[in-house]
């Protein structure tokens, strides 16, 4: 079985500062974990996703993220944060072991990520 | 939100009635699927297709309907056996289901409000 943990609600942050969202994971096999940022009353737009090889990817817009596999974290992150940034981030598992043929992703529930300028 | 088009962007439904959300996309992806978003509860898997005239009920499948007739379309009927269809609606597609590195797009939503 796969599941995924985002254990923030919410993370607030200022203009200009680092910027962390938080991803824990757990599967069976080895994972495939994505990043997805959801603007209000609009759909996912993806980010980034980590299959294998360097622990450290980079993606759209300034974010990076670090799997960490001993941790099994996968936690977002952006040097510098912009009030643009401000929206909801959502974190997204797969197993490699898949499941009857199949490869559904598990969501987390979500980050609310507020920048203050 | 990359070549997925759902419509309407906004839609009410009286109780009793079923309604039928549209979801087209031109990517020539063979899998596509249809999430439920409630706040605080990110995204429920209600159903998903790997090709045509193929479909598999996810976790929150009753109450719904889809059907799979074209390759490009993947409509969703909510149905009067729905208990709270006040929601927020996301369809998706990937290359294929199976296929664990592939990447979801997603289309914009629809917001269906129970009058």
Redesign the interface.
């Known amino acids: 079985a796969q599941s995924v943990a985002q254990p923030e ?1 919410q993370v607030n942050v200022a203009e200009g500062n680092p910027l962390t969202v938080k991803c824990t994971y757990s599967v069976s096999g080895n994972p ?1 974990l ?1 990043w ?1 940022v959801q603007y209000p ?6 980010l980034l ?1 980590y ?1 294998t090889g360097d622990n450290l990817v980079k993606g759209s817009y300034g974010f990076e993220a670090e799997f960490n596999k001993s941790q099994t974290s996968f936690h977002l992150k952006k040097p510098s944060a912009l009030v643009s940034d401000s929206a909801l981030y ?1 974190c997204a598992v ?3 072991r ?1 499941s009857g ?5 598990t ?4 980050t609310s990520l507020i920048v203050h300028p | ?1 990359g070549g ?1 088009t ?1 419509s309407p962007k906004y839609l009410f439904r009286k109780e009793g009635q079923n309604v039928t959300l549209s979801c087209e996309q031109n990517l020539n992806h063979d899998a596509m ?1 249809w999430y439920r978003q409630d706040p ?4 429920r ?1 209600i159903y ?1 297709s ?1 090709i045509v005239n193929d479909f ?1 009920k ?1 976790d929150i499948a009753e109450g719904y309907s889809v059907s799979r007739e074209k390759k490009e379309s993947f409509p969703l009927t909510v149905t009067s056996a729905q208990k709270n269809p006040t929601a ?1 609606y ?1 369809c ?1 597609s990937s290359i294929m ?13 629809t ?1 269906l409000t129970v009058l």
């Not at chain 2, 605080?40 to 995204?43: A, T, V």
């Not at chain 2, 664990?100 to 914009?108: K, L, V």
Request: hydrophobic share 30%; glycine share 20%.
């Open positions: 609600d495939y994505f997805y009353n609009r759909g996912l737009q993806f996703k299959i959502f797969r197993d490699s898949g043929g199949s490869y559904i992703p969501f987390g529930r979500g | 939100d997925i759902q699927y605080g509860q990110g995204l898997l998903y790997q598999q996810g927020f996301l998706a289901v199976a296929q664990g590195t592939d990447t979801q797009y997603f289309g914009p939503g917001r």
